[in-house]
């Protein structure tokens, strides 16, 4: 789901499944993404990055998609597990270095 | 130590209070950030210290007043807010002033009566 504004776009999945979560971002001119995870209570957590010169990049059950003709990020999830239920962020560095989150999708996995 | 921490975890105030928030790091960052994140939305940057100087302030009321005492530490102080400024408060850190690693405390949520 992508951030629309006002609520939390939620992806339900079930244990074991693979999880896509989508990022829509606003800066042709960000050379930098990253993904957060959120959990309740806690605050970000970093999870993976990639820069615009690449397409994918891939970590540990994770990996992060980017395509930038139509600004678009992805990270997908194998093997969705419940600890991965959380708050999804997507975060571009603009201008001055600084970055700007994206709206953020909830993650939960039912057993 | 690859923790940040803040105190408190909660913080209840009157709009006519005075109030700190504390962070504190021990990893040798440089940089140290101030958050804001009110409910069901992304955290939204308000100040960047870099090398215990101000480098930005993203147009927060003066009603929030960071300081930067040393390297390890950063206070954001409260005074006369309003209900609106009820929020998750996060701190966050990085090695110098890049997005790159910034490491991301547990916050304070504060409420406002």
């Known amino acids: 789901g992508e951030s629309v504004g006002l609520h939390l776009p939620t992806l339900s999945v079930q244990e074991g499944d693979n999880s896509i979560i989508n990022c829509a971002y606003s800066?042709?001119?960000?050379?930098?993404f990253i993904w957060y995870k959120q959990e309740s209570g806690k605050g970000p957590q970093f999870i993976i990055d990639?820069?615009?010169?690449?397409d994918k990049r891939q970590g540990q059950r994770v990996t992060v998609l980017l395509n930038k003709t139509v600004k678009h990020l992805s990270l997908q999830i194998a093997a969705t597990q419940p600890g991965d239920s959380a708050v999804y962020f997507c975060?571009?560095?603009?201008?001055?270095?600084?970055?700007?989150f994206g709206g953020g999708t909830r993650l939960m996995v039912k057993p | 130590d690859t923790e940040v921490t803040q105190t408190p975890k909660h913080l209840v105030m009157g709009m006519t209070n005075k109030k700190s928030l504390k962070c504190e790091q021990h990893?040798?960052?440089?940089?140290m950030y101030w958050y804001k994140q009110k409910a069901k939305k992304p955290p939204e940057l308000m100040f960047v210290?870099?090398?215990?100087?101000?480098?930005i302030n993203e147009s927060v009321p003066s009603r929030f007043s960071p300081e930067c005492p040393n390297s390890s530490l950063l206070n954001l102080h409260l005074h006369a807010l309003q209900p609106e400024d009820s929020a998750l408060y996060l701190c966050?850190?990085?090695?110098?002033?890049?997005?790159?690693?910034?490491?991301f405390g547990p916050g304070t949520r504060l409420l406002v009566l």
């Open positions: 966050a850190s990085s090695p110098v002033r890049d997005t790159i690693s910034q490491y």
């Open positions: 800066n042709s001119a960000s050379d930098y």
């Open positions: 990639i820069r615009s010169n690449m």
């Open positions: 975060a571009e560095n603009n201008a001055g270095n600084m970055l700007t």
């Open positions: 990893m040798g960052h440089r940089a």
């Open positions: 210290y870099s090398y215990e100087k101000l480098s």
